[in-house]
């Protein structure tokens, strides 16, 4: 009786697509769609409203390189919510979100030497740690 419970569980899952790993569709390897490049960053001197101008003030530097279609930069919002949630993370500092026109587009912007200066000289000594997410249309 328990083997065939057993048996049943597993033709369950397997018909359910349990028994499988579920992944995410793979990324594309063209560059179609839009991307968006959305960096969340907490600094070393954690709430600071002068550190946080400084890289933002810092940051907008990078809004004016090629093949940036948008750039949104502020601090975290604080929204006061009924209830706390763990999947709410307002532990940040200033998040920015930038969107290109495709994969080729923000590779570029990461490669040029602007940006690579403006991050080394300016922003990477406020930062204590940062979580880059990049996703497509």
Do not use: C
């Not at 990324?27 to 600094?43: E, F, R, T, Y």
């Not at 590779?107 to 922003?123: A, C, G, R, T």
């Amino acid at each position: 009786m328990k083997t065939t419970h057993s048996i049943s569980g597993l033709l369950l899952l397997a018909a359910l697509g349990l028994g499988q790993p579920v992944y995410a569709e793979q990324p594309s390897q063209a560059s179609g769609g839009k991307v968006h490049h959305l960096v969340v960053i907490w600094l070393k001197q954690h709430g600071d409203p002068e550190t946080r101008r400084k890289y933002i003030e810092g940051s907008k530097r990078l809004s004016k390189l090629p093949g940036v279609l948008s750039y949104d930069i502020g601090p975290v919002a604080g929204l006061k919510r009924d209830k706390p949630s763990p999947a709410v993370d307002d532990s940040f500092d200033i998040a920015v979100s930038a969107t290109f026109e495709n994969k080729q587009a923000l590779e570029n912007y990461s490669k040029q030497p602007e940006h690579h200066k403006v991050i080394q000289d300016v922003l990477k000594p406020l930062v204590d740690h940062y979580k880059v997410y990049d996703f497509a249309d």
